[in-house]
């Protein structure tokens, strides 16, 4: 019941969230609150500094700095409330689900296997431990992103200001976002290489933790490169991008044929958004594959 519900109401996430994107920044443009500012064109008033001057008048994006507040800092505010507040929602359903599963395991075993109970409990214990660990990670990583741009706003606001360390910090931090969430996640793989082999280096594991995550990608490319090949022998005045995506979005008899290049792309797309759409609507309880 919870699936089917979270399944209507997830189209909504999406429309709000792109919604608030394109009106916002549609009406930045219409109102034209877009300004150049230091290394980049942003909403902010123009000339530069004029919103804080009584002697200078703005020109363009009086009231840039509002909007911007409006649809930058409270989405951000609320994201960083959500986040955290889902994290710990995950960690206690998980908490909660091992709690019921290991009194549910104790009734059940006999007297002689406490021991492996135990161990068992020890496990999945571990498991909720590991969630919480990566949760605060991931919590910390994007509080750690974006506080220095929370408190120079902050400071702005209260003192029209913007001190410069701040202004530093928050834009080296920002850009990291990315990097740090790379780190966390390959982070419980790095410490499941140290543990099987506590002789391998840290670097040597990183390595190891980051090709085995892209051998998927790696095997991918490696399987459709004949068939862009075909494309290209076939058709040499076709561009590596069509053939790529030829080659992805084409069955294997148009991907050998000497006419593939010649393939309507917005035909592929259709017949495979038809067969996607044929499958959403299948009902939940039919596993038979669709051949697609």
Request: charged share 20%; glycine share 6%.
């Amino acid at each position: 019941m919870k699936e089917n519900a979270m399944h209507k109401i997830e189209p909504w996430f999406h429309i709000v969230a792109s919604g608030i994107s394109f009106g916002g920044a549609t009406a930045a443009l219409v109102l034209k609150l877009y300004n150049f500012q230091g290394n980049k064109c942003t909403m902010t008033p123009y000339p530069p500094g004029c919103a804080e001057s009584e002697d200078v008048q703005c020109t363009r994006g009086a009231n840039a700095y509002l909007l911007s507040q409006l649809l930058a800092g409270v989405p951000l505010y609320l994201s960083l409330v959500g986040v955290a507040a889902c994290m710990i929602h995950v960690y206690w359903t998980l908490r909660s689900r091992e709690l019921a599963a290991g009194q549910y395991s104790f009734r059940r075993q006999l007297r002689g296997n406490q021991s492996r109970t135990e161990r068992e409990r020890r496990a999945k214990h571990s498991l909720s431990k590991k969630m919480a660990e990566q949760g605060v990670l991931y919590v910390g990583a994007l509080f750690l992103t974006y506080i220095w741009t929370i408190i120079l706003h902050a400071v702005k606001a209260a003192t029209g200001e913007m001190p410069f360390p701040l202004l530093l910090l928050s834009q080296i931090f920002v850009p990291l976002q990315g990097l740090f969430n790379f780190i966390i996640y390959i982070r419980p793989y790095v410490n499941n290489i140290k543990t099987s082999d506590p002789d391998c280096t840290y670097l040597h594991a990183i390595i190891l933790a980051i090709f085995s995550k892209l051998q998927g990608l790696f095997n991918f490319i490696i399987y459709i490169r004949p068939y862009v090949n075909t494309i290209k022998t076939s058709d040499p005045d076709c561009t590596n991008l069509h053939a790529i995506t030829l080659a992805i979005f084409s069955k294997p008899d148009e991907r050998s044929s000497d006419q593939s290049s010649k393939v309507r792309l917005s035909d592929i797309f259709k017949r495979r958004t038809g067969l996607i759409r044929q499958a959403f609507k299948r009902n939940l309880d039919d596993k038979r594959p669709l051949d697609v």
